[in-house]
Every structure is written in structure tokens, then in C-alpha cells.
């Protein structure tokens, strides 16, 4: 059965870090572009940053120069570096490939990531 299990989230004060880790069953990474996104409680879930299969990075303004995203296709793995965080980054972080053809309307369970101030 195919799984996406997002993990690294938990509870950290504003100015902190944390580092999200994303790890796929059953496609590599590698052939995909993919996104992490994030739901606050009450809002609907936006893309926070993308990386492509050849490693090109996008973010959305309100993280960029905060946020790296990166891959590692041997591990199979994509990550999510979070600096600086502040309360206005408090969400259930999600990952998937971005195109929505692959694994259609499936999504993980998330983690949750919570920035006291």
C-alpha cells in the first residue's frame, strides 16, 4: 500500500528550527517534483517549497530565506530545513509529489509543527 510518512514536527519557540523529514512507499523520489505543504487550523493547505528532480528549489514568500527544501534520492527521502521559524509557521506539514496525477488525491498523515512565541 502506498504511504507518505512525514516526520520531525513538534513543538519549538519562535527563532528556533526544526527539520521535516518525508519518506515515500512504493514510488522514488527521483522521478518526481516534490512539494511540502502546510494547513493551519481553519485555512486551506498551500505549497510552502518545491524541489524538482534536478534539484531546483522554489519557496513561497513567506519562508523564503527561512526554509530549504532538498532530496537525498538514495534515501529516498526529501527534506524540509525550517529556521527562524515563528508562530505563523504552526501547521500540519505535509509532503507529496507536486504532480497530482501520482498517487491522486492521497495525502499522509502530516506533522505537525507548532512555534510558541
Known amino acids: 500500500q502506498v504511504r507518505l510518512v512525514e516526520s520531525g514536527g513538534g513543538l519549538v519557540q519562535a527563532g528556533g528550527s526544526l527539520r521535516l523529514s518525508c519518506i515515500p512507499s512504493?514510488?522514488?523520489?527521483?522521478?518526481?517534483?516534490m512539494t511540502w505543504y502546510r494547513q493551519a487550523p481553519g485555512k486551506q493547505r498551500d505549497s510552502v517549497a518545491s524541489?524538482?528532480?534536478?534539484?531546483?528549489?522554489s519557496y513561497a514568500d513567506s519562508v523564503k530565506g527561512r526554509f530549504t527544501i532538498s532530496r537525498d534520492n538514495t534515501k529516498n527521502t526529501v527534506y524540509l530545513q525550517m529556521d527562524s521559524l515563528k508562530p505563523e509557521d504552526t501547521a500540519v506539514y505535509y509532503c507529496?509529489?507536486?504532480?497530482?496525477?501520482?498517487?491522486?488525491?492521497?495525502w499522509g498523515q502530516g506533522t505537525q509543527v507548532t512555534v510558541s512565541s
Open positions: 512504493e514510488i522514488y523520489i527521483r522521478y518526481y517534483t
Open positions: 507529496r509529489p507536486l504532480d497530482p496525477r501520482v498517487l491522486p488525491n492521497y
Open positions: 524541489i524538482t528532480k534536478d534539484g531546483g528549489a
